[in-house]
């Protein structure tokens, strides 16, 4: 069901559908309701504190074992409700070698 004006086709759950989002380092975990998703992003109602989304980056556990994630990234907090970015191969940032032989991180790619 498309219901904004985004890129990607947004579903919206019908149910509370459970989740976990923890650090990349492992040393925090955040239980979560998965409000919306995309093939790039998903909404998310956030339990608990929200300081340790200051980490940016993270993983979103869509299993109890934690075999399915994503790997995300914050783009907004409002309240209790958080939007996040998957991160793919596609759009990580890569370096890319200068005639120096030194590297640069290219934004663009």
């Not at 498309?2 to 955040?30: E, I, Y």
């Not at 990234?73 to 409002?78: A, H, M, N, S, Y």
Request: glycine share 8%; proline share 2%.
């Amino acid at each position: 069901m498309r219901f904004d004006s985004r890129k990607a086709l947004r579903v919206r759950m019908d149910h509370r559908q459970p989740v976990n989002l923890m650090g990349a380092d492992g040393t925090w975990r955040r239980s979560c309701v998965l409000v919306d998703v995309s093939e790039t992003g998903a909404k998310l109602e956030v339990e608990g504190t929200l300081d340790v989304l200051q980490a940016k980056e993270f993983f979103m556990l869509l299993s109890s074992t934690g075999l399915a994630y994503r790997r995300c990234e914050l783009v907004w907090i409002d309240g209790t409700m958080a939007g996040v970015h998957f991160i793919t191969a596609d759009t990580k940032k890569k370096p890319t070698s200068r005639q120096d032989g030194s590297q640069k991180f290219d934004h663009n790619r």
